[in-house]
Nanobody, 124 residues
Framework: QVQLVESGGGLVQAGASLRLSCAAS????????MGWFRQAPGKEREFVAA????????NYTDSVKGRFTISRDNAKNTVYLQMNVLKPEDTAVYYC?????????????????WGQGTQVTVSS
């Protein structure tokens, strides 16, 4: 019942910035925790960042702390991931996910709703 659509990915050089967006529909967006996950070729999907329903609690994986910022605009039913100082190791398909349980949890098993993903490629 909840649909998530990511956008904003692309091909950039190391050091550049990208802003990903995730538009939600079919549910009560403001009541859901939101997360970003990524999956690189040959690797399992990993946690990147999460934000609670109000935006007051955020969580980041260590490798992106200080570079990435997650935010949300409940009036627009949209969550964002601002990615700065991108590195080749950030290359992956980035997925938006939603959950009604937890407080910015990094556990992907708590996110039953997923978007289709958007490709981020960072060249050196």
């Amino acid at each position: 019942q909840v649909q998530l659509v990511e956008s904003g990915g692309g091909l950039v050089q190391a050091g550049a910035s990208l802003r990903l967006s995730c538009a939600a529909s079919g549910g009560t967006f403001r009541s859901k925790d939101m997360g970003w996950f990524r999956q690189a070729p040959g690797k399992e999907r990993e946690f990147v960042a999460a934000i609670n329903w109000s935006g007051g609690v955020t969580n980041y994986t260590d490798s992106v702390k200080g570079r990435f910022t997650i935010s949300r605009d409940n009036a627009k039913n949209t969550v964002y991931l601002q990615m700065n100082v991108l590195k080749p190791e950030d290359t992956a398909v980035y997925y938006c996910a939603a959950s009604s349980v937890g407080s910015a949890t990094p556990q992907k098993s708590y996110y039953p709703y997923w978007g289709q993903g958007t490709q981020v490629t960072v060249s050196s």
